[in-house]
């Protein structure tokens, strides 16, 4: 059922916070699961509940539904990060091998599907898309963290060591809705230390 939309303005049964928290989350995990193309704003109104009119009020158009739900994974995304880096600020090996456990912990999750960032930018060719915008800022993100760790690691050309771990890590990725998480995250830990041992050399 629809929620009620007031007769004289307002959201009288439901907080404007938790409306708009309960169509992100409805949309999101649709996105993630069926893909941007697939799922519809009439398909988002179905399933959460509310009137079609309270989602373009939110939100404005589905171009910005998707990306409220890439920013949103992506602040997750980097909340679990700094947890783990935080915890090893003078160990960016025990880092390293933090961030290769999360990973494999990742990767094999039900129903895991990979990368939401690079799942909507492979739908999405447009880079001036906002979405894809977002996308794109992970991705160069994931690459400066990554360089910083091989640079306190005192790596040979720590910025394209970080480079070729982030395209490991994007790999592992890619590969997820395949399946196979536990030969995915052996796979990438040993080609993330071939990668570091080469860079030693």
């Known amino acids: 059922m629809n929620d009620p939309e007031p007769a004289k303005g307002g959201d009288a049964v439901q907080p404007t916070a938790s409306l708009r928290d309960r ?12 893909g941007v193309h697939a799922v519809g704003v009439d398909l988002v109104v179905k399933e959460s509940g509310v009137a079609k009119t309270s989602l373009y009020r939110h ?19 980097w909340s679990q990060w700094d947890t783990i880096a935080d915890c090893y600020e003078d160990d960016p090996r025990g880092e390293l091998e933090a961030l ?3 990973m494999d912990v990742r990767l094999r999750r039900p129903g895991y ?35 910083s760790i091989a640079e306190r690691l005192r790596l040979n050309d720590s910025a394209e060591v970080g480079a070729q771990l982030a395209l490991a890590f994007d790999g592992a990725f890619i590969s997820a809705p395949f399946g196979q998480g536990e030969q995915l995250a052996a796979t990438l830990r040993h080609t ?4 570091i041992d080469f860079a030693r050399s």
């Open 23 to 34: 169509i992100l989350a409805t949309a999101s995990a649709l996105f993630y699961r069926e």
């Open 113 to 147: 599907r990979g990368c939401p960032q690079l799942n909507v930018a492979a739908e999405l060719p447009d880079p001036a898309h906002p979405a894809r915008r977002v996308a794109a800022a992970h991705k160069e993100k994931m690459r400066d963290r990554l360089s």
């Open 100 to 102: 290769l456990h999360w």
């Open 192 to 195: 993330v230390k071939a990668i």
């Open 59 to 77: 939100f404005g158009s589905k171009d910005a539904l998707v990306t409220a739900f890439l920013e949103q994974e992506d602040q997750d995304f």
